[in-house]
């Protein structure tokens, strides 16, 4: 059983930074994909999620448009850890964001940390 913990959200002003850390316990995840999803209130009534970047497990990024150039993926393998760094940060990256994980063909979450961007 993987279980996924976020840390790092907070309120921030508008061009300011975060950095969020999702630790992994209970398996290793040093070769699965791991990555961040958002969901904004816009989002909740459709239980949507967008995502905004994912690592393989050969350290290959992908990123949603809308914050490439400002938000770096990263991992720790021997951690089974995953990070996002978020830079130049507006409003509209307001949400909840949750760590994402794929391990042996199941999905598993973290339970979400808030990042809210005031303008």
């Known amino acids: 059983q993987v279980q996924l913990v976020e840390s790092g959200g907070g309120l921030v002003q508008d061009g300011g930074s975060l950095r969020l850390s999702c630790a992994a316990s209970?398996?290793?995840?040093?070769?699965?994909?791991m990555g961040w999803f958002r969901q904004t209130p816009r989002h909740v009534l459709g239980k949507q999620r967008e995502?905004?970047?994912?690592?393989?497990?050969?350290?290959?990024?992908n990123y949603v448009n809308s914050v490439k150039g400002r938000f770096t993926i990263s991992r720790d393998n021997a951690k089974s850890a995953v990070y996002l760094q978020m830079n130049s940060l507006r409003p509209e990256d307001t949400a909840v964001y949750y760590c994402?994980?794929?391990?042996?063909?199941?999905?598993?979450w973290g339970q979400g940390t808030q990042v809210t961007v005031s303008s």
């Open positions: 209970g398996s290793s995840l040093s070769g699965d994909v």
């Open positions: 995502l905004v970047a994912i690592i393989m497990g050969d350290g290959a990024t």
């Open positions: 994402y994980a794929l391990h042996l063909g199941e999905a598993y």
